[in-house]
């Protein structure tokens, strides 16, 4: 049983990643490390996942494998199934940091990664397989929204957005 005890914890672990309070430190760091652009892509990446998931969330609700309680309608949003935030979130950093550093070897530890984050949301029973699988495609929309948006951005332009 202890061994089953670990494999769980692990998990929960693993799906903590996918969380804002791993990824905001994360992109925090980013940005004092001197990676201005890529700071500016996964702030805008995130920020859009947050919107759009919101919004679905907002019109659709629906329940968590293991039903949570909610007294308030932001608890309520917070509690919905649909669409995985973790899993969108995950697959944008896991695309955009694969675009930056332009690796193969970095591109395929992001993208196991992001997937193991989104297994690990199912495998806790936080989301159904379907609530992943759209919250990745969701994530996956956005980052090459991302890319192909913020290449067309001149330097001043960056600059301005940036406010140095």
């Given at each position: 049983?202890?061994?089953?005890?670990?494999?769980?914890?692990?998990?929960?672990?693993?799906?903590?990643?996918?969380?804002?309070?791993?990824?905001?430190?994360?992109?925090?760091f980013i940005y004092l490390i001197g990676l201005k652009y890529?700071?500016?892509?996964?702030?805008?990446?995130?920020?859009?996942?947050?919107?759009?998931?919101?919004?679905?969330?907002?019109?659709?609700?629906?329940?968590?494998?293991?039903?949570?309680?909610?007294?308030?309608?932001?608890?309520?949003?917070?509690?919905?199934?649909?669409?995985?935030?973790?899993?969108?979130?995950?697959?944008?950093?896991?695309?955009?940091?694969?675009?930056?550093?332009?690796?193969?070897?970095?591109?395929?530890?992001?993208?196991?990664?992001?997937?193991?984050?989104?297994?690990?949301?199912?495998?806790?029973?936080?989301?159904?397989?379907?609530?992943?699988?759209?919250?990745?495609?969701?994530?996956?929309?956005?980052?090459?929204?991302?890319?192909?948006?913020?290449?067309?951005?001149?330097?001043?332009?960056?600059?301005?957005?940036?406010?140095?």
């Amino acid at each position: 049983m202890l061994f089953k005890d670990k494999i769980e914890s692990s998990f929960r672990d693993m799906s903590a990643l996918g969380s804002h309070t791993i990824l905001f430190p994360l992109i925090l760091f980013i940005y004092l490390i001197g990676l201005k652009y890529l700071t500016l892509q996964l702030i805008i990446g995130i920020f859009l996942s947050y919107i759009i998931n919101f919004i679905i969330r907002i019109f659709y609700f629906k329940n968590r494998p293991v039903k949570e309680r909610y007294n308030s309608f932001l608890s309520k949003i917070d509690s919905s199934s649909f669409p995985s935030a973790h899993s969108s979130r995950v697959i944008i950093f896991a695309i955009i940091l694969s675009s930056y550093f332009n690796n193969l070897y970095l591109s395929f530890l992001f993208i196991i990664s992001a997937l193991f984050v989104a297994y690990s949301r199912i495998r806790t029973k936080k989301h159904f397989i379907f609530d992943v699988i759209v919250g990745l495609f969701i994530g996956i929309i956005i980052s090459f929204f991302v890319l192909r948006f913020l290449w067309k951005i001149s330097f001043l332009q960056f600059q301005i957005l940036l406010l140095f």
